[in-house]
Nanobody
Framework: QVQLVESGGGLLQAGGSLRLSCAASGRTFRTYAMAWFRQAPGKEREFVAGISWSGGSTFYSDSVKGRFTISRDNAKKTVWLQMNSLKPEDTAIYYC??????????????????WGQGTQVTVSS
């Protein structure tokens, strides 16, 4: 089992950068694919970025490709999401998730087993 705790959210202006962190506990962290999802008010939770257990493969939604970067350090049991050139439409609660299936673009939230509590990101215009 894996417990996940996100941090790093905040309020900032469009064009700015933010780095989210997801700290994991549990001995099996390194065996899980990891992902970031986000959920804006009134919308479904959507896939943002995913990374394989080894970190060798990464995947992004079209809306963030080229602006966001996902990375992980299995020794530190941490996953990061570096977000650059932020836009107001990036405003959402961002969730970290762990799953057994290989990550893929457009993954559904149901494909992931463990979730953090979320961290709010608000981008003003």
């Amino acid at each position: 089992q894996v417990q996940l705790v996100e941090s790093g959210g905040g309020l900032l202006q469009a064009g700015g950068s933010l780095r989210l962190s997801c700290a994991a506990s549990g001995r099996t962290f390194r065996t899980y694919a990891m992902a970031w999802f986000r959920q804006a008010p009134g919308k479904e939770r959507e896939f943002v970025a995913g990374i394989s257990w080894s970190g060798g493969s990464t995947f992004y939604s079209d809306s963030v490709k080229g602006r966001f970067t996902i990375s992980r350090d299995n020794a530190k049991k941490t996953v990061w999401l570096q977000m650059n050139s932020l836009k107001p439409e990036d405003t959402a609660i961002y969730y970290c998730a762990a799953g057994s299936a290989a990550p893929r673009p457009g993954a559904h939230a149901s494909e992931y087993l463990y979730w953090g509590q979320g961290t709010q990101v608000t981008v003003s215009s």
